[in-house]
């Protein structure tokens, strides 16, 4: 069977071969970008420093008996605009959790979409 024929990245001027849509720089998703681009700036690393001050240990580790020191402040809701999404700065949509159980849960459980999840 015929190779599958790859198009130009829809991205304006980019000259990577995709199979559709964008190539893997370009991926409108995975604008993995700086992180103070992001939102991620001084202040929010400042509130970040306060928070896990106040609440050092990782919660998802916490729920199977495990005392990790948490590391990052989890949006439970993913925002996706950074400090323009109200839930950004919301601490009700914040939690403390570790390296390993943030990058678990949003490859895995923010992917799924949160929705009618508890
Ligand atoms: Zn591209
Ligand atoms: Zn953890």
Redesign the pocket.
């Known amino acids: 069977m015929p190779a599958q024929p790859l198009r130009r990245c829809s991205y304006p001027n980019c000259r990577n071969r995709v199979k559709s849509g964008r190539c893997e720089e370009h991926k409108p998703k995975d604008t993995r970008e700086s992180s103070s681009k992001r939102g991620y700036d001084q202040k929010w690393r400042k509130y970040r420093t306060e928070y896990l001050k106040h609440n050092p240990l990782?919660v998802?580790?916490l729920e199977k008996g495990?005392y990790?020191p948490?590391t990052v402040i989890d949006h439970i809701q993913p925002v996706e605009n950074g400090q323009a999404d109200p839930r950004f700065w919301d601490i009700n949509n914040h939690q403390p959790?570790?390296r390993?159980?943030?990058s678990y849960k949003t490859r895995i459980i923010d992917k799924r979409g949160y929705g009618a999840k508890k």
Request: a neutral charge; hydrophobic letters at 25%.
């Open positions: 990782c998802m580790c495990k990790t948490a959790l570790c390993d159980c943030h």
